[in-house]
């Protein structure tokens, strides 16, 4: 019998010569990460432990990218404690205000993820690294306390769900609306511990940005980790980003078997798929876009770890060029990183942006957890591009989220209400 891809990565991060869903295993990281949040959890822990080295300064990552720029003292006395820290470990990945970026976005822009890599993070979203055919998930602060210490971790290797996409995508749809369709579909315990696997013409077609999206909300389906197989996109990827990812390629695993063992395997017809929203609470209260002219909306957040690349950006101004956000509406823009701001800059698309009425904000994740940057009010409903709608995820209680695509977002925008691009008259493939 054959091994999956998250199988085969799994082996040999722990030294076997093959691994399946159920066993216990011990892995070896090849990175480990954490933010301003779940960072000073976790060196209280590492220091209360007894511990005094990290195993390796260089496959460590610190990233304060959820309230900085400091939005108040205490975020100020956590960030603090992270480049403390930092400093006395000697830890090569550090990344401060004015260099850093959403962690999701940054760490593998900047080289530091490569195929067959296991990575973990103490965040949930740390599983967007499989579209580089990369094993990653989110662990707790213990975890991350543990790992910064031996390098390893313990897991419990997932099955792995097969999900392909056939069909060509319609104009507007994207790898989100895809996803959202997704957990729609099987739930937000549709793959409780097991690894997503997205395959199929559709998914070969997307751009690597997309690709991030996808296995970035893995999550949100409960799934362990998500994952896309390597092929020519990911090797361009790779190729166009420091030398970190490219040096690490040789020898890594890139696909599964053909007679791999799965859990099981879904067929989604993606030229079906709709522009899709998910409605307030739940990522899986799904519904198209176009049924929800109704909704009249407060705010607009385009940006996040799931959609704040400038692939992004650039679909948000396409909707908007030449149209203005309506006046009872905030738009704001979370790029992911610094170079983003920049090639946002270089090619037009943030002065596209800005003149449409958005306000362009630092890379940071704070509008998405309901921390800072666009913190919504009591009775407040936002069309985001992030990857959750909780009851209080973006701030009071009473507000409500809807996730949507960049271009279903910036729609919106423009409309006042959900909307759909054709809604405002926007032109698929217009002038940049």
């Known amino acids: 019998m054959g091994s999956t891809i998250t199988e ?55 990233v304060p990218d959820h309230f900085t720029p400091n ?8 960030a603090k404690k992270v480049r403390e820290f930092a400093r006395k470990h000697g830890i090569v990945n550090y990344f401060e205000v004015g260099r850093v970026g959403i962690e999701h976005v940054l760490l593998p822009d900047a080289g530091m993820v490569a195929p067959g890599d296991v990575v973990i993070g103490a965040d949930s979203h740390t599983c967007t690294y499989g579209a580089v055919a990369a094993f990653s998930t989110g662990v707790g602060s213990t975890d991350f306390a543990a790992a910064m210490a031996w390098g390893h971790v313990w897991l419990r290797v997932p099955e792995t769900v097969r999900f392909v996409y056939s069909g060509t995508l319609s104009p507007w749809v994207t790898g989100k609306d895809m996803m959202l369709h997704t957990i729609g579909l ?13 395959a199929g013409e559709a998914v070969d077609g997307l751009p690597m940005d997309e690709r991030f999206t996808m296995c970035n909300m893995a999550i ?15 090797a361009r990827y790779l190729e166009s980003r420091p030398a970190g990812s490219r040096a690490r390629t040789a020898g890594q695993v890139f696909a599964g078997d053909p007679d791999a063992d799965y859990a099981r395997v879904l067929e989604i017809d993606a030229s079906a798929v709709r522009p899709t929203v998910s409605k307030p609470h739940l990522p899986s209260n799904t519904a198209a876009a176009a049924d929800l002219a109704d909704v009249p909306i407060d705010q607009v957040v385009i940006g996040s770890c799931t959609n704040g690349r400038l692939h992004d950006l650039r679909q948000a101004a396409d ?13 704001i823009i979370l790029p992911g990183t610094q170079d983003v701001c920049l090639e946002a800059i270089a090619d037009g698309t943030m002065q596209t942006l800005i003149e449409a009425g958005c306000a362009f ?15 919504l009010a009591e009775g407040e409903r936002a069309v985001a591009t992030t990857n959750r709608n909780f009851v209080g995820r973006m701030g009071h209680t009473g507000a409500e989220v809807y996730l949507a695509s960049p271009y279903v977002a910036a729609a919106s925008a423009v409309a006042g209400h959900v909307a759909t691009p054709d809604d405002v008259g926007a032109v698929k493939g217009g002038p940049r």
């Open 8 to 62: 085969k990565i799994l082996a040999r991060a722990a030294g076997r010569g093959e691994v399946h869903a159920g066993d216990i295993i011990e892995a070896k990281l090849d990175l480990a990460l954490a933010n301003d949040i779940t960072a000073p959890l976790a060196i209280a822990e590492f220091e209360k432990a007894g511990f005094t080295e990290v195993f390796d300064p260089a496959r460590i990552a610190l």
């Open 71 to 78: 939005k108040d003292i205490k975020a100020a006395g956590q």
């Open 186 to 198: 099987i739930g937000v315990d549709g793959a409780l511990y097991q690894a997503m696997e997205f």
């Open 220 to 234: 949100e389906a409960g799934g362990k980790s998500g994952i896309v197989g390597f092929d020519e996109k990911t």
């Open 319 to 331: 909707v908007l060029r030449g149209k203005k956000v309506h006046p009872d509406v905030r738009c």
């Open 361 to 375: 904000s630092t890379p940071t994740c704070g509008a998405c957890l309901g921390g800072h940057m666009g913190v």
